[in-house]
């Protein structure tokens, strides 16, 4: 199942880089999503891509600030944020699941569309 890293504590204004080993499932889910979950609220999509056309797709809380990309070769997809802020602060997680999850706007943020899905890195953006 997918391995979401990198997570740590980061001022406002700071970045960091999230890695998700994407491993342990067919090469059929090319779609991996990273989601996050602040507490006290509901899981949800912050990017995602494709893995075999690198289609990329970001939530607006996430444009401009974040970028996903993948390294095939090394089965991995990375979350590069930028310019954080402390309502950035959740649990982040990634997951993967089929192409046609990618399909639709609706399709690739909705959580169930995702079968197999990774331990979280936590996020803390706090001065």
């Known amino acids: 199942q997918p391995q979401a890293s990198g997570g740590g504590l980061v001022q406002p204004g700071g970045s960091l880089r999230l890695s998700c080993a994407a491993s342990?499932?067919?090469?059929?889910?090319?779609?991996i999503g990273w989601f996050r979950q602040a507490p006290g609220k509901e899981r949800e999509g912050v990017s995602c891509?494709?893995?075999?056309?690198?289609?990329?797709y970001y939530a607006d809380s996430a444009k401009g600030r974040f970028t996903i990309s993948r390294d095939n070769a090394k089965n991995t997809v990375y979350l590069q944020m930028n310019s954080l802020k402390p309502e950035d602060t959740a649990v982040y997680y990634c997951?993967?699941?089929?192409?046609?999850?990618?399909?639709?706007?609706?399709?690739?943020?909705?959580?169930?569309?995702?079968?197999?899905w990774g331990q979280g890195t936590l996020v803390t953006v706090s001065s």
């Open positions: 342990g499932f067919t090469s059929d889910y090319v779609a």
């Open positions: 891509i494709s893995r075999s056309s690198g289609s990329t």
């Open positions: 997951a993967a699941g089929p192409g046609s999850t990618l399909l639709s706007t609706r399709g690739r943020w909705t959580v169930a569309n995702y079968r197999y």
